[in-house]
């Protein structure tokens, strides 16, 4: 996997995750505040997402102050202090119709003319983004959407755009110190946002990938939340595993437990991070444990598929394969799959 940068390397420290959305928008402030390139980018996306044009005259400022208290994670100003653009930014904070609503009142307020207002979010999040903006203000239609159409002297334009689609964007600048800093804080707001998982570069990431087990672990959390569906999100946990042989110290296994149904008893498996055995290369397994309901039966329908599987400690491993080079989201939808196929075979008949 890729060697992190410093502010990404920071990143995974508690003392910074606990402001990660602060962290984030600081940062870009900084960009806009330092750089043309990023000026320049930005005022482009706004305009390409909304119709609303702005210059360089514009300055981005942090958390500035409005009259009812609230502060937007980042304003545009015109030299007379006009606001141009909003921006309520979030990484994995609620996202609530009450700061939208003051957001878009104080562009009404204090700009007669055309505004915009932009919603940024990691990607996973802009369907949730889509929702609650257009619930804030039953708004119908997709993105963007023209707010209190009928002023006479203009109104808000309001759309929601991720994270990755802003990164995308700010990279077509030139400047080698912008790059040099863009880069910094792209790295820490992957770390920060908590989903991203690099891209595997071969096989031998595989073999080494307790230097990476915080993306694994990820890979898990995501691929778990994608298949529960009849419960609550049960917590990750660890477990010590048998030993294998006198020779090995027993491993852990990082997991979590997914059910086929809310009621009790039900079978039940888990899928986590373990080390590899048996001749398949991946460290992300799933399990059905000798103690689940039904499980002779699971144990039965697996071994008499085509499915890989194999018994170790009363329990049946099946091993979940992980993609290389692909993206994070291809990773999980890959995983996603298998372990539906995995569910289809051993509940078949239960």
């Known amino acids: 996997m890729t060697t992190p940068t410093l502010l990404g390397y920071l990143a995974r420290f508690g003392s910074f995750s606990t402001q990660s959305e602060v962290l984030c928008t600081q940062g870009l402030a900084y960009l806009l505040r330092e750089h043309a390139d990023a000026r320049s980018a930005l005022a482009g996306m706004v305009e390409a997402r909304t119709g609303i044009g702005i210059d360089d005259s514009i300055t981005w400022l942090a958390e500035a102050l409005q009259e009812d208290g609230a502060r937007p994670d980042l304003e545009a100003r015109t030299t007379d202090k006009v606001p141009m653009v909003k921006v309520e930014a979030k990484l994995g904070a609620e996202l609530g119709e009450n700061q939208l609503k003051s957001y878009e009142a104080d562009l ?31 708004l119908s239609g997709s993105d963007p959407w023209r707010v209190n159409e009928d002023r006479p002297c203009g ?8 994270w990755d689609e802003l990164f995308a964007a700010l990279k077509r600048g030139k400047a080698e110190r912008y790059h ?23 096989e031998e990431d595989l073999h080494q990938w307790r230097s990476s087990k915080t993306d694994f672990a990820k890979l898990v959390d995501q691929v778990t939340r994608h298949l529960t569906k009849h419960h609550r999100i049960y917590p990750m946990r660890l477990e010590t595993l048998e030993q294998i042989s006198p ?22 498996y888990s899928i986590g991070v373990r080390d590899s055995f048996a001749e398949w290369v991946t460290p992300i397994w799933m399990r059905f444990h000798r103690d689940t309901d039904n ?3 699971i144990r039965q329908r697996i071994e008499s598929s085509d499915l890989r599987s194999l018994p170790s400690g009363g329990h049946i491993w099946i091993p ?25 075979v051993a509940y078949r008949a239960v």
């Open 108 to 138: 009404r307020k204090r700009n007669s003319g055309e505004a915009a207002m932009l919603v940024l979010v990691p990607e996973r999040r802009t369907a949730e983004a889509i929702r609650v903006t257009a619930a804030a203000f039953g």
């Open 180 to 202: 040099y800093e863009l880069e910094q804080l792209q790295a820490m707001y992957h770390e920060l946002s908590s989903d991203f998982v690099a891209p595997l570069a071969n």
């Open 247 to 268: 020779e090995h110290e027993p491993g852990q296994y990082h997991l979590r437990y997914v059910c086929s149904s809310a009621d009790s008893p039900a079978p039940c």
């Open 320 to 344: 979940l394969d992980v993609p290389r080079d692909v993206s994070g989201e291809q990773m999980i939808e890959a995983l996603v799959e298998q372990a539906g196929e995995v569910v289809r």
């Open 295 to 297: 499980f002779k039966l």
């Open 155 to 162: 109104s808000v334009v309001i759309s929601v755009i991720s």
